[in-house]
């Protein structure tokens, strides 16, 4: 079946502007998760959606972002007011009860 | 909430030679433990994983050992292969999975 799949692939956009990252999840997973990848870094944890549990926003680095998963299933990552230091690729992941983690294959967000 | 540090951060080994990845977790609730392979400009995907009921599992050049009472485990690539060469992630759960920071291996040829 079809695999995490995230939009836009590239995005750039002008610093001060805010910009909404898609993720669509593997259909019947209950488990979300947006991380962000700086060039060479690791795997910074954002935010987790489990089920109809409340998000787990403990990974999100200020108020200027936030993010909402609808009905379970597709999520929007919204950055607002961007910085350069905001540029990096943006990673959803998606598990079922299995726990295996299924990577979307991101969004490269570049903030000029 | 758990913590997951990782080491080496860089890991450069012979064509051939054994490769070896430590991590350790803080949370001892953490029962999953997963490793990704990520190749330059791609996805993170799974390569392994090991459960907290189980000290050991291999597949081909492939392993994982779990020490629980440490609070450690480890990944071991044998016989590597220049297409070995990436960034490896540890990763423990409880209820999220935490990441560490990355390994990047290189083989050497």
């Known amino acids: 079946g079809a695999g995490v799949s995230q939009s836009p692939s590239n995005k750039v956009t002008e610093k001060g502007k805010d910009v909404e990252l898609r993720c669509d999840p593997i259909s019947g997973h209950t488990a979300l998760y947006w991380y962000r990848q700086s060039l060479g870094q690791g795997l910074e944890f954002l935010i987790y959606?489990?089920?109809?549990?409340?998000?787990?926003k403990s990974g999100l680095p200020s108020d200027r972002f936030s993010a909402e998963r609808t009905g379970g299933s597709v999520s929007t990552l919204t950055i607002q007011r961007t910085q350069q230091e905001d540029s990096a690729v943006y990673l959803c992941?998606?598990?079922?009860?299995?726990?295996?983690?299924?990577f979307g294959p991101g969004t490269r967000l570049t903030v000029l | 909430g758990e913590n997951v540090e990782q080491h080496p951060s860089t890991l450069s080994v012979q064509e051939g030679d054994s490769a070896v990845i430590k991590c350790t977790y803080s949370d001892s609730a953490s029962n999953y433990f997963p490793w990704y392979k990520q190749e330059l400009g791609k996805r993170p995907q799974l390569i392994i994983d090991?459960?907290?009921?189980?000290g050991e599992k291999k597949d081909q050049r492939i392993a994982v050992t779990l020490n629980k009472t440490a609070k450690h485990f480890s990944l071991h690539i044998t016989e590597t292969q220049p297409e070995d060469s990436a960034v490896y992630f540890c990763?423990?759960?409880?209820?999220?999975?935490?990441f560490g920071k990355g390994t990047r291996l290189h083989i050497l040829p």
């Open positions: 959606f489990q089920g109809n549990s409340a998000p787990d």
């Open positions: 090991i459960r907290s009921n189980v």
């Open positions: 990763a423990a759960r409880d209820d999220k999975i935490i």
């Open positions: 992941a998606s598990s079922s009860t299995r726990n295996e983690q299924f």
